[in-house]
Every structure is written in structure tokens, then in C-alpha cells.
């Protein structure tokens, strides 16, 4: 990783307060002549639901993924490389206001994010980034449910316009239908 | 479970005993790719407690290293690592195997590691890298020789590699096996 400056300017109010159950772990990383290390994960460091399973995403330039929500998974993600803006938007009942807020994670300081269930989220890369994604389920295209990224309802206030999606982020439906279906599931989890 | 990952193709090196590359499957478009790093129901042998994320600048060899108790468990993410590796477990069916391989992040695969087979990283280019334990780090559990300890078998391609204080002062083969031995009888009076 080359450390670098952030490229991208986003407006942000670092004073939100983050959704219930939402952390942002700061890491650790130490650097000699060789390069670097950090460790970014230990299992003592959570009490939230530990990952069953680790990922490893490469997004381009422009890319943004999401917006999803699941109503069992537990993310836990981490920037390694490039940057991303993390937006973030708490549908939960009990949600407190503001229940939205922006994040900027860059590769040239790891922090580790954790998502609880009822937190809808998307990623959007302006550079590119490699993303390592734990999850404390296996993927189940039932429990990744999305909208529509620039869904009005969502309140983020995303620095781009036409970011590239992939497919299924393209045909998603509205905020309102994932809410329900979301308010739906999370009834039965 | 949607798949378990296999050994890649381009794998050619006689691997010491245990030692498991796995192939990892990925999905995507050009805009995105997600490459399955692991998955707590694959058969992976010990699962682990800790990631760690490694980066290296060119010329930068790590270890030589052996572990008495816990298993490494790494991913190359961008450039490329020479994996060199040693079997010093005088039970193994591979006792004394030395192998080296090459690995690529644009090929992810999985590399797991037993207890006992010594390892070394050389980095010829910018490269980071991913790697789980089995165990939280223990500075007892971190044992290794002179990474061009001609008893080692491996042949390196660099003279003066870039090394931490702790590698570049390391004993002799001879004594890591010393070392090795008297670690794994106190290892085996605790278990």
C-alpha cells in the first residue's frame, strides 16, 4: 500500500453520533524498513456475532456497492487499500435521529467497521479499493436485500452521480419496498 | 456450502505434509470482484482466532520461521510472494521436504501452513498480503534460522535481502533444530 492523501473532498459532520451497534475500530499499524503490519482482527476484540466467513473485494474507480441492508449478517469491513465513503442508514424501529451519516475509510489508515444487522449500507470508491469483508453468515442472497443507492429516503448525501453499480444494484426496487421487507424479516429473525 | 476450493493448476512444487494451497473462487464484473477468502465450513484444519494484513516493499525477505503450536493460514491481495518451505517434523512422511512456489494476488489462492514446517516470504516486488492464526501471537512460538541457511534447501534469488533485526540476527539451521525439539517436548508436558 502506498500511503497517499485522500482524493476526494467529502463534506461530512464527524460529530454524527454512529447507529446503535455501529463501531469503528482504529488499528494499529507498524511500520520498520520492510513495510508494514496490522493486525486487524481478533476474535477478543468483538462481542458482536464473529465472522463465518472473509472476503476479498477489488472495486474501480466510481464504483459504488449497495445500498443493502441484512436483518441477521454482521459486517465487519476493512479498507486496505484506496478509499471509500461509507454511507450508512439505521432502519431499525428503534432508530434514534439523524439515522444517516457518511464515513470516509482510506487504506492509508485501517480502521475496521462493524455493521449490525438493521443498518442499511452502501460503498462508493471514488479511486478504487480493496475491501476485506467479514460476515458472521454465509452470503444469502435472502438476507442481502437492496435499494435503490440514491433513494431519497436513505439521507446520504453521496459525492457522485452516476457511480458504476453492478447488475443486481441497478434492478433493485424502492426504499419503501425494502423497508417493509426488511421490517418483514427482522419480525422473524 | 457453494463450493470447496481445490488445488490451482499452476501449483507444481511437492508440498511437506499438511502444507494445503487452495484455489479461491471469485465473482463479479469489471467493476467489482469478490474473492472468497475463507469460510469457517471449509475443512481448513485449525480455525483462526486472528488476521493480520502485511505489507512489503521489494526485496523484502520474511523468516525463516517455525511454529511449535499454531497454523498460518495467508492469502497473497496484490504482488507476488516466493513462498519457501521446510519440513522439520522428524515424523512427517516429508521430513526434510524443502519446496518453493510462487504466488500472485491476480491468481488468489489460499496457502495453509502446519506446525513444524519452517517458512520464508520473499517479496521481489511491492506486495500485500493476508494471513490468519490459529493462535494470538506468542513471542515463544516464534522460533527461526538464518533465512540462507544452506540446510534449509531453498535457493533464493537475492543476495542481500531487505530483513527485520530479529531475521537478520537469526542462529543456524543446526540450532533452530535444537531449538525446535526442546520447544515441542515442552509444548507436548503442557497439552
Known amino acids: ?189 | 456450502m457453494s463450493y470447496i476450493p481445490s488445488a490451482p493448476e499452476s501449483l507444481t512444487a511437492r508440498l511437506p505434509d499438511g502444507v494445503v494451497v487452495r484455489e479461491l473462487h471469485d465473482r463479479g464484473d469489471h467493476a467489482s470482484r469478490t474473492t472468497e477468502l475463507y469460510r469457517a465450513d471449509w475443512p481448513i484444519e485449525v480455525p483462526p482466532v486472528q488476521w493480520n494484513l502485511v505489507s512489503s516493499r521489494p526485496s523484502t525477505l520474511r523468516g525463516v520461521h517455525v511454529h511449535v503450536d499454531h497454523w498460518d493460514y495467508l492469502s497473497v491481495v496484490s504482488g507476488e510472494m516466493l513462498l519457501g518451505l521446510h519440513d522439520m517434523r522428524p515424523r512427517s512422511p516429508t521430513y526434510k521436504l524443502a519446496a518453493q512456489q510462487l504466488f500472485q494476488g491476480k491468481l488468489p489462492v489460499s496457502i495453509a501452513i502446519p506446525p513444524g514446517v519452517a517458512h520464508g516470504f520473499y517479496f521481489g516486488v511491492t506486495t500485500t498480503y493476508l494471513y490468519a492464526v490459529s493462535h494470538y501471537w506468542n513471542p515463544a512460538d516464534e522460533l527461526g534460522c538464518r533465512w540462507n541457511d544452506p540446510d534449509l534447501g531453498l535457493s533464493w534469488p537475492v543476495a542481500d535481502p531487505l530483513l527485520s533485526p530479529r531475521d537478520a540476527g537469526a542462529s543456524s539451521y543446526g540450532e533452530l533444530v535444537r531449538a525446535f525439539a526442546a520447544a515441542t517436548d515442552r509444548s507436548a508436558l503442557h497439552s
Open chain 1, 1 to 189: 500500500m502506498t500511503p497517499h492523501e485522500p482524493a476526494s473532498e467529502v463534506t461530512m459532520n464527524r460529530s454524527t453520533p454512529l447507529p446503535a451497534g455501529v463501531s469503528l475500530v482504529s488499528l494499529t499499524t507498524h511500520a520498520d524498513s520492510r513495510g508494514d503490519l496490522t493486525e486487524i482482527f481478533r476474535n477478543e476484540w468483538h462481542h458482536s456475532p464473529l465472522p463465518a466467513q472473509w472476503l476479498i473485494t477489488r472495486s474501480g474507480a466510481n464504483t459504488l456497492r449497495g445500498v443493502h441492508v441484512h436483518a441477521l449478517n454482521w459486517d465487519y469491513l476493512c479498507v486496505i487499500e484506496g478509499e471509500t465513503i461509507v454511507g450508512l442508514h439505521d432502519m431499525r424501529p428503534e432508530a434514534a435521529d439523524p439515522r444517516s451519516t457518511l464515513i470516509q475509510l482510506s487504506g492509508a489508515r485501517i480502521q475496521m467497521l462493524v455493521i449490525p444487522p438493521g443498518v442499511a449500507h452502501g460503498f462508493y470508491s471514488p479511486v478504487g479499493a480493496t475491501h476485506v469483508i467479514g460476515a458472521s453468515k454465509y452470503f444469502d442472497s435472502a438476507d442481502h436485500r437492496g435499494c435503490r443507492w440514491d433513494s431519497p429516503e436513505l439521507g446520504l448525501d453521496w459525492p457522485c452521480t452516476a457511480p458504476m453499480l453492478s447488475e443486481k444494484d441497478r434492478a433493485v426496487g424502492s426504499y419503501a419496498e425494502l423497508r417493509a421487507a426488511y421490517l418483514r424479516s427482522s419480525a422473524h429473525a
